[in-house]
């Protein structure tokens, strides 16, 4: 059984948080970030630690308690360190440029295809086959990041593709000759 909703979350200093109701507001020097926290679970802030509580232990009660302190967890790191996910195309011709705050990517089809930064969402582009998508919402830049890769999916074959830094792709052998 998890245990992750008993565990208290630290305040650093410079960050503010402000309970209305289920909306939690966390205020920090990148920005500020709303989570609303579910219905039967209740959040305090005491002695400079957040504490995420459930009424019972009900089934449902006992899923959304860690749900409810992982999301308020994320927003504090967010507005203090932020998070970036890096990520690497590969491939003859596959390239990525910056125009403005969009970005333009070349990845083999007709036409080059533009992605919109979104609000409160940074892309950074170091040389034509490195990329970053920075931000203070975890789940927003996952999301991004998730929608780039899917533009141009690793080839198991050939290895061509956008994938996540790091991230090891399983290759196929191909068909032999006789």
Excluded at 101 to 121: Q, R, T, V, W
């Amino acid at each position: 059984m998890s245990r992750i909703g008993l565990a208290p979350i630290a305040v650093p200093s410079g960050v503010e948080i402000k309970i209305n109701g289920q909306d939690v507001e966390v205020k920090g020097s990148k920005g500020t970030q709303t989570v609303v926290i579910p219905e039967p679970i209740t959040v305090a802030v005491e002695d400079n630690e957040i504490k995420v509580s459930r009424p019972d232990d009900e089934r449902k009660s006992r899923a959304l308690h860690g749900l409810s302190r992982s999301l308020v967890n994320n927003a504090v790191v967010g507005v203090t360190e932020g998070y970036t996910i890096k990520m690497e195309i590969f491939g003859v011709g596959y390239r990525v440029q910056q125009k403005g705050k969009d970005l333009e990517f070349a990845l083999g089809y007709s036409h080059p295809i533009l992605i919109k930064a979104p609000e409160g969402i940074t892309f950074a582009v170091d040389g034509a086959t490195k990329l970053s998508v920075s931000g203070i919402d975890k789940q927003k830049v996952g999301q991004i990041a998730a929608n780039i890769r899917r533009l141009r999916k690793d080839d198991p074959y050939k290895g061509k593709g956008i994938r996540y830094e790091g991230e090891q792709v399983r290759r196929k052998v191909g068909k032999t000759g006789k």
